[in-house]
């Protein structure tokens, strides 16, 4: 069996999301990473004003009771993977009050170079494939809205279960598609149609109405939630579940 690149491997790679040509070759996988990398470097500057619009300005909230759901105390220690900006961590800090227990871990340097985050903190370059942490080393992991990102999902899962002690919880938070066609239109019109638009009067980056667009798009083609959970179930991790909250945000968590 060989990887998109021609390379023999084991195991085949799995996608998040169908290729997407529009934005990348669609069967590069370097490209696709080069392609993310550079576009959260260049957005990285709009990304929390871009975030707080598409929110209402409820992120905040909602991600705390989502940690607090996955089972998040202090005393804990934790990675986020795909830190981004810190708007997941920042909340992680609000539950534990422990930044010398808190890892953030993302490719884009534009993106942590972003986070308002205590000095203690530490911020790793990696990936979910790649966690640069020791092997059974995490009480909790999260991952915020970088699902669709990520070029193997299989093994980042599998990664999951290296990194989380035993009974350590996980948590992967996402943005699925609607069940009704009704909500499918809204939603597509709203982060494919209104938020670029907005973009292009509040970013400073002209990159950042296409980056919305692309989420859209990486939404409408990931992987089902099934599939998700089963991919989890799959690497060994225990008792994967789904918590749906306003049909849209996807709450995935299991146990090392």
Known sequence: MTTPQG??????VQLPHQPLPDYYPSNDLQARESFLRKTFDDTAVDYNKLEAILGFGTGPSYRGRALKRAGLKPGMMVVDVGMGTGIVSQEILKITGEPLKLIGVDPSPGMMAQAKLPAEVVCKL???EEI????ASVDFLVM??????ISDFSKACAEFRRVLKP??????????????????WVLKAYMRGVVPLLARFVSKSSTTPMLWRYYWDTIAGCIPPAQVIASLSAAGLLEASRYVELGIFSEYRAQG
């Open 144 to 149: 915020g809205y970088a699902l669709r990102h």
């Open 7 to 12: 390379r023999p491997n084991a195991q085949a």
């Open 167 to 184: 009974g350590g919880r996980l948590l992967i938070l996402e943005i699925t598609m609607p069940q009704s066609r009704l909500g499918t």
């Open 126 to 128: 990696g990936r979910a």
């Open 132 to 135: 640069p942490v020791p092997d």
